[in-house]
């Protein structure tokens, strides 16, 4: 699905004429398309709604672009709260999905209008003695614990995860909750990342409806909305097959109506909080050969690095890597294709087959428009990139501009080596 790249080499050398390499570029056509498929394929749920994963690409172009098809913002941070408000966030438009919540971040939520999703029972205290009331919209997160399987074998720990409440304290919570004037209530849960399978929401579906009849009969909290999080994966690899969303849905909507329906709450919202699936497959991190090195094996030396893109260091992820101009040439090469930082896990690609590849060549590493540019850090001194927008009539718009020594600097500012630094022929 996502072997070729969603811009032309013709056009992508067009676009490094005017913007240097390194830099992550976003397909709005793309992007929108999806957001569509997903909303079409929840539309038997009135109610529905995606709020997207700000951490995913917490880009404020890309999210009011979202915002413009009807996402919501999932956030779990101040500033990713911030952003969410400048983009134009309303009352209701933001889900707070935090976790070990600090408590400015709780009333700056708050008092944008978020609706509060706990993820844990202590922080029902928490969060009245922070902002001096509970509110009349709120969410809990579940975690039921052990190990979820799906019958590919793919599986997760939640078990092991630090996330959400037991089925008992749940219960406990929402008891809590109404007593103290909560009315309208969410389950939330994640259970299992990039999930390349249209299982996975089905089965967590059925998990939340079945737990939140339990919850309405047990505790007479009305439960106004299921929020599935997000969990929905994208085939990095080649061999593997993308999610059928339309799939999905029909499972969720079968759980729905097998479970909440005859319940008599089929008045109840689903919600989404995806970032992978929405953003992974359009966006990519454009960069250049610099280097060919041969000693006991084959390196390409680029001029991006870990810094730009972690998950192939972090997890050993696998990224595609197209070479522009050269999609028709065989892969008869073997290359580690290898970053500028003093690590040697700075490796985008290791033993990759791929076509001859020259000092000056530009190689597109797809799939990272989630988790991507927002992983960045400065390892090293190195500086993040520019993100630019590939617009749906073809135009290229810069979404967010390189950082320079001087940002790199910039919290050293009130000390005397600020002085110095700035005299610097390079500092700009
Ligand atoms: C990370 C996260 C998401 C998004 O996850 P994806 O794997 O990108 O879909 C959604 N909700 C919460 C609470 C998260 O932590």
Redesign the pocket.
Known sequence: MSTVPFVSAARLKEITDRYPTPFYLYDEKGLKENVRALQEAFSWNPGFRE?F?V??TPNPFIMKLLGDCGCGY?C?SLTELMLSKAVGAKEGDI?F???DTPAEEFLYASEAGAVI?LDDITHIGFLEETIGKIPRRISC?FNPGGIFQMSNGIMDNPGDAK?GMTRQQIAEAFRILKSKGAEEFGI?A?LA??TVTDEYYPRLAEILFRLAVELQNETGAKVCFINL?????IPYRPEEKPCNIQAIGEGVHQAYDRILVPAGMGDISIFT??????T?PFGCLVTKAIHEKHIHKEYIGVDACACNLMRPAMYGAYHHITVMGKEDEPGDHKYDVVGSLCENNDKFAIDRMLPEIKTGDLLVIHDTG??GFAMGYNYNGKLKSAELLLREDGSVELIRRAETPKDYFATFDSFPVYEKLSEDPCFS
């Open positions: 709020f994963a951490k995913a999932d779990s889900m999905s935090s976790n999703n997160r996330y939330h994640f990342s990039n999080s997000g969990g929905i994966g909080e995806l970032g992978r699936y929405i992974g989630a988790h």
